[in-house]
């Protein structure tokens, strides 16, 4: 079972920044959190993880709280080509870990 | 880039055919995964590889069994193709070491009529 909580769907203007919540309570000390996204009928894609400090790459921000129990996954000025189901997950990236993905949230990124 | 590539975007397939679905990665990385993807039902995990001609079952093995002879490929075989295994199915690879990723192919449509 998937061990995260996120909203079903969000819309954002393009343009705008886009923040996408998600809630894991149980996290354990040793899980990072990471985040894909799908864009309709294409594979997952990567974006980010961080185990408890911010991160940023060329695609997005990632902010974890202090007690690592939520994370918010932000797009500083998303395109409608942003717009896909976003997947949050938390895992020990152990090599042959699976990915168990929740139900995510689906953006809608609006001109 | 890193790549993945599936050999087909879309396939039609009658019932009791074997179907052969093909997953190449250029990233020399040791292990290799098949998911099935289902409106509802999410990713689920078919097979995996560590190694070249290693496997391991997931959580839904039953009706399909899989190659690796090369590290680089890793082929999802339908034994004969039925009707429920209509779904996405998605190859991934990710290396050994560090906190890598899991990288994801496009996904193949199959359809069994």
């Known amino acids: 079972d998937a061990k995260t909580t996120q909203p079903p769907s969000m819309d954002c203007a393009e343009g705008r920044a886009a923040n996408l919540p998600c809630n894991h309570s149980t996290i354990s000390g040793n899980e990072y959190v990471y985040w894909y996204r799908q864009i309709h009928s294409q594979g997952p894609q990567y974006i980010i993880h961080g185990l408890k400090n911010n991160e940023t790459n060329e695609m997005a921000s990632l902010i974890i709280t202090e007690d690592r129990k939520s994370s918010t996954l932000i797009l500083p000025h998303a395109t409608l080509r942003d717009t896909a189901v976003y997947y949050c997950?938390?895992?020990?990236?152990?090599?042959?870990?699976?990915?168990?993905f929740g139900t995510g949230t689906r953006l809608q990124v609006f001109p | 880039d890193v790549k993945v590539t599936q050999s087909s975007r879309y396939l039609v397939k009658r019932t009791g055919e074997k179907v052969f679905l093909e997953c190449v990665q250029d990233?020399?990385?040791?292990?290799m995964f098949w998911y099935r993807q289902d409106p509802g039902l999410g990713l689920r995990l078919i097979y995996f590889s560590y190694d070249v001609k290693m496997k391991e079952k997931g959580d839904i093995p039953e009706g399909y069994s899989v190659s690796r002879e090369k590290k680089e490929r890793f082929s999802l075989i339908l034994e004969s193709a039925s009707t429920n295994q209509t779904s996405m199915y998605l190859c991934?690879?990710?290396?050994?070491?560090?906190?890598?990723?899991?990288?994801f192919g496009p996904g193949t449509r199959l359809t069994v009529l």
């Open positions: 997950i938390v895992r020990v990236p152990l090599n042959t870990d699976k990915l168990i």
């Open positions: 990233m020399d990385h040791e292990n």
């Open positions: 991934a690879s990710i290396g050994t070491g560090g906190y890598n990723e899991q990288f």
